[in-house]
């Protein structure tokens, strides 16, 4: 019984020294990103990006809010948020809901399909861009960003 205590407190302190150096190196890839967007690297913009990641998916500004482990202030928060956002290391949205839900994007361009029934949302890897060469120049029109979501009834509600 004593072997089976050691055992699982060695476990469980290894398992700590594991989750703290993942965490460290997800930091460390986070202050990469900001640099590579050439943004300041702040504890706040970091803990935004820590916890749209953690979240891994799209979330509210209120779940944002519930899910930091240190508490933000509101201005600063919305402040951080759009920089992430403008800087395409966020991806905002509203799946025609009428309230923004934001997402690590980080270097991973993607897009969602909605059910407007059960609004189920699931992540798809596919990409208009390509076209938008062509696209610009055919408008004479400089593209910055996009939204693109597809509507429509997912396998349980067709």
């Known amino acids: 019984m004593l072997l089976l205590y ?8 290894n398992i700590s020294i594991f989750a703290y150096f993942c965490k460290n190196e997800i930091m460390d890839v986070m202050k990469e990103l ?11 913009r970091l803990a935004l ?7 891994n998916k799209p979330v509210t500004i209120d779940e944002i809010s ?7 202030d509101t201005s600063t928060m919305y402040r951080s948020i ?3 956002v403008d800087h395409g290391l966020v991806y905002q949205t509203d799946f025609r809901e009428g309230v923004s839900y ?4 980080g270097d991973q361009h993607h897009h969602h399909m ?3 029934a059960c609004k189920a949302r699931k992540r798809i890897d596919v990409c208009m861009s390509s076209s938008f060469d062509d696209l610009s120049k055919k408008h004479s029109f400089t593209i910055t960003n996009h939204i693109f979501e597809i509507f429509g009834l997912c396998e349980n509600c067709s």
């Open 6 to 13: 050691f055992f699982a407190n060695y476990l469980q302190t």
């Open 34 to 44: 900001l640099q590579s967007k050439g943004l300041s690297v702040t504890k706040q």
């Open 49 to 55: 990006l820590e916890t749209l990641n953690k979240a």
């Open 66 to 72: 519930s899910l930091l482990e240190t508490p933000m």
């Open 82 to 84: 759009k920089v992430l």
């Open 102 to 105: 934001f997402e690590f994007q």
């Open 114 to 116: 909605v059910c407007t």
